[in-house]
């Protein structure tokens, strides 16, 4: 599916059940977890975690906020996720970087 640039920015949470296919979640050495697949509303990209005012050269920092060793089993970890596709998203005031959706992602560890 391609990025839908017509879909209007709102920027509201989604529910969580709304993700389709090609999510996928990795985790470094750190015990650091990311998520990232296509945005459920525009189909662009879309990650987490991602702090607000987040810069590209800022990544590796945000990114430690979630950054604890994995402990116990069966851990689950809720991530915030948002799309992040790059464009701007007809009324999108700021100009942010995506069509506004947020969400939270469970990964079990
Ligand atoms: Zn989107
Ligand atoms: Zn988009």
Excluded at 39 to 60: E, K, R
Excluded at 62 to 76: A, F, T
Aim: one cysteine or more; a negative charge.
């Amino acid at each position: 599916m391609g990025h839908d640039k017509k879909v209007k920015f709102v920027a509201e949470r989604l529910d969580s059940g709304n993700l389709g296919p090609g999510w996928s979640a990795q985790i470094d050495e750190e015990g650091v977890v990311t998520v990232s697949g296509p945005c459920p509303v525009c189909h662009g990209d879309a990650y987490g975690p991602v702090l607000p005012n987040l810069q590209a050269a800022s990544l590796t920092e945000s990114l430690l906020v979630v950054g604890r060793p994995p402990s116990e089993p069966d851990e689950v970890r809720r991530i915030r996720a948002e799309c992040c596709c790059g464009a701007k998203h007809s009324g999108d005031e700021d100009g942010g970087s995506g069509c506004g959706r947020w969400w939270y992602v469970n990964v079990r560890l």
